[in-house]
């Protein structure tokens, strides 16, 4: 090879590395913009509710909107997480019936689990049950919309799913008008997913995909091995803040419950880095896994630490908020949200770090380490912050929940650190075996 060839060769390599990097930052970049879309929805949504009907109804409205966050992982875990694992990055006719198959099976989940609310809200009545009766009435279109959007991220059209999240939001602002009329909470819940039904439809034009429920059970079978550990990880990550929420309700009263959730909103901006990474993190790392096994840890490390550095700068700026800025924006949740400031904001940045060895292990397809992980952090959240509220009441919840999460994200950065090694060592078998 002559001295131009070779130069020709290295700056070749040189230009597929850096087209590489902007479209792995590109791709990243589309994951943020659409949860910033989807953050800003739900954002919207909770502060709209917390002005306008109050602490208790608010945290009537939080018990609701935790619920669904339940669901969603279930659905998540069943239908669509696979679907990311698995089907990135393949050819556009295994995309597409993957991703057939997936909404389809988000779908059934949606009724099946939407069913299983609306018996719940018409046997608890009072101010709960009207809530649970209209969550399970649009569960289906809120499940439908968020599989789309993970169908469109495991396609790298993350632009797409950008797109889908925009229109939900403008449906989401006459849905929210009309709502405020009726002044309920069940008014509320039933805007809120009425909009994400306009954006589940529109979700059907832009991917030409009609959703295929008779390939639910198929699917369910096929990705058993991934989805059924997926599901119980999860679960048990919403079913943690769940219990946590129906015991701090029963601990320290309702009110809690919405302070908690106003707390959850003032750091909004990291929650949705934390979930808008997610929905791309673990398709790149998956990517780098094929392309580099050697990145993958430097990978999860700079996306871990970088969201945690995030929260932390966001969470001393909230420090500096003057009350009255706060009360605008929360209203009469303000005095007790602020309190939580330092200890969510703790616990979001733990969160964070954490997140980043979750995607490594996602991409390595380590479901057993995961799923163990997972528990551990469940655990100790549900006991942090159950323990904290007994002891201390609503702050005290906080910074048990914060002390777990800084806790587990060790625990998962352990377990990356082992299944790295592991399939250093299987890949290694294979090449000599080959």
Known sequence: MTTGEGKATADGATDARRTARRAVVGRLSWGLADQAA??????????????????????????????????????RGLATDPLVVRFSGVPEASWRAAAARSSGAALGVGTALGAVCLLVGL??????????????VVLPALLLQDAWR???FAA??????????????VALVPAMVVAARVDSVAAFVLAWGASAAVAAGYGCLQSGIRPRTTGTRG???????????????????SGASQLRAYGLGAIVGVGAVGAVRGAELLLGPFLALLMGLSLVTVAEAARVLRRAPQRLGRFCLLLGGGQAAAALLWGAALLLMPDRAGAFVLGDVWPSASQLIVPATLGVAGAGL???????????????RSLRCQLFASACYVGGGLGGAAVAGT????????????????VWWLQLRSASREHHRNTIREVRTS
């Open 219 to 237: 699917w369910l079978r096929e990705q058993r091995d991934l989805g059924y550990r997926y599901l119980v990880e999860n679960v048990s990550l």
């Open 123 to 136: 046997g608890l009545g009072g101010r709960v049950g009207p809530a649970f009766v209209c969550l399970g």
């Open 38 to 75: 989807s953050s800003m929805t739900n954002f919207a949504v909770g502060i709209y509710v917390a002005r306008s009907l109050g602490l208790t109804a608010f945290g009537v409205f939080s018990l609701a909107w935790l619920t669904y966050g339940v669901v969603l992982n279930v659905a």
């Open 395 to 410: 702050v005290g919840s906080a910074w048990g929940v914060a002390a777990a999460t800084v806790g587990s994200s060790a």
């Open 156 to 169: 790298g059209a993350g632009r797409k799913a950008f797109v889908n999240d925009l229109v939900w939001g």
């Open 354 to 368: 954490g997140t980043g060895a979750a995607a490594g292990l996602r991409a390595l397809a380590a479901a057993r």
């Open 150 to 152: 993970f169908a469109f």
